[in-house]
């Protein structure tokens, strides 16, 4: 997740591409790197903007990972730091193998859309398939990559209500999200979840980068039942201490998690609606994922898990993909109480007073570019 071949020509600097590049040279038969592009950034654009800002214009944020008929689903990147202080959820499939293919069938239809990365460190698009940067062929390879991803998921619509077993106790929804492609399987799912969820059932939402969409934020607040929203704070932002402009990212959340406090806390929705910030001394958080429990009870019975932060980009630009698993199984929703759990033990609430604190002050002008920006963080 997260590669691409934005910005991936530069010899100084570590990326998959200078990673992967010597896996391709050694076995070429057996090593495939498809580096995906956004058709929305222009090569004049990519050129001006910083490789640290490349990836607001949309980029390939799946994590998926598929061994035979084994799935692992994540929202984590394979760097160090997720294997060693980055807090983040995963969760592993076995003996799916109708889950496994889909998930297979997406990955291929991205990669056959994406740049391969030759042994010479060359880029190169499958003569099939339309160049997304060539101004004559965006709109034939926009087309490309909605029809080749709806084809995928019709055909699994089809599969599923022909084989679903009746014994079965957990059923996992696969959910696909690429706005710029018109593909809104996860926003439709997220979207009816959150507005039929009953009186005194209540919701917990996590998301490393919170700017959620105006049309869940109003769902939320028009909603009858309890929320718990988790983000990072400054802290456990992963931009935190970053060089430059990217330094400034953490003030931009701080922002926006003020407006949406502020919208929230309005009427009855201030006892329904608690924020809360991940705070754990040396770690970084990029958990995303929702929990769901009904009226009655103190397990979840729904978890939707992946890569999907619920905002403006993963909406409308990125490529994203998550799981919606609804179970009855005890001892499967006793997991999923622990996690979640974990994870909001390192929570604190936020209130009128954390605003007030120094270290969230916002500067004027940092306001107004994160206005500006909005929909891009």
């Not at 990669?111 to 940067?133: C, E, F, G, I, W």
């Not at 929804?173 to 492609?181: D, K, S, T």
Request: with cysteine; proline share 4%; hydrophobic share 35%.
């Amino acid at each position: 997740g997260g590669a691409g071949a934005s910005g991936a020509s530069s010899e100084t600097s570590s990326t998959s591409r200078t990673i992967l590049l010597p896996l391709v040279g050694r076995h070429p038969e057996r090593v495939t790197v498809s580096l995906y592009h956004t058709p929305n950034m222009p090569r004049a654009v990519e050129r001006l903007l910083p490789n640290k800002f490349k990836e607001t214009l949309g980029l390939q944020h799946m994590k998926i990972h598929v061994f035979d008929d084994t799935i692992l689903m994540t929202g984590a990147n394979l760097s160090e730091d997720y294997f060693t202080n980055r807090q983040d959820r995963y969760v592993v499939v076995r003996d799916a193998p109708q889950l496994a293919e889909f998930c297979e069938k997406i990955i291929s239809v991205v990669s056959t859309h994406s740049y391969q990365l030759r042994s010479d460190n060359s880029l190169a698009m499958d003569s099939k398939v339309p160049d997304p940067l060539a101004l004559l062929s965006k709109r034939a390879y926009t087309d490309s990559m909605k029809k080749s991803i709806s084809d995928v998921i019709k055909e699994e619509k089809v599969e599923v209500t022909a084989h679903v077993p009746k014994e079965s106790d957990t059923w996992i929804c696969p959910l696909v999200q690429m706005g710029l492609y018109g593909v809104r399987n996860d926003q439709e799912a997220t979207s009816a979840l959150l507005e039929g969820t009953e009186r005194q059932s209540s919701v917990s939402l996590a998301t490393g980068y919170l700017n959620l969409t105006d049309e869940y934020v109003d769902i939320i607040r028009e909603s009858k039942a309890k929320f718990r929203v988790l983000t990072a704070s400054p802290q456990a932002n992963g931009f935190l201490g970053a060089a430059g402009p990217a330094g400034h990212v953490p003030y931009a959340y701080i922002y926006i998690a003020r407006w949406f406090y502020e919208r929230m806390r309005s009427g009855e929705r201030s006892d329904r609606v608690r924020l809360e910030e991940y705070t754990r001394e040396k770690w970084t958080f990029h958990a995303k994922g929702l929990w769901y429990y009904l009226s009655d009870s103190l397990l979840p019975v729904m978890t939707l898990i992946g890569s999907s932060n619920f905002g403006h980009r993963s909406v409308s630009r990125d490529l994203e993909l998550q799981f919606g698993i609804v179970t009855k199984n005890e001892r499967l929703r006793e997991s999923l109480e622990i996690e979640h759990e974990d994870l909001f033990s390192y929570s604190d609430a936020i209130t009128d007073e954390t605003f007030r604190r120094e270290d969230r002050r916002v500067h004027w002008l940092q306001a107004l570019v994160t206005r500006a920006i909005w929909s891009f963080l």
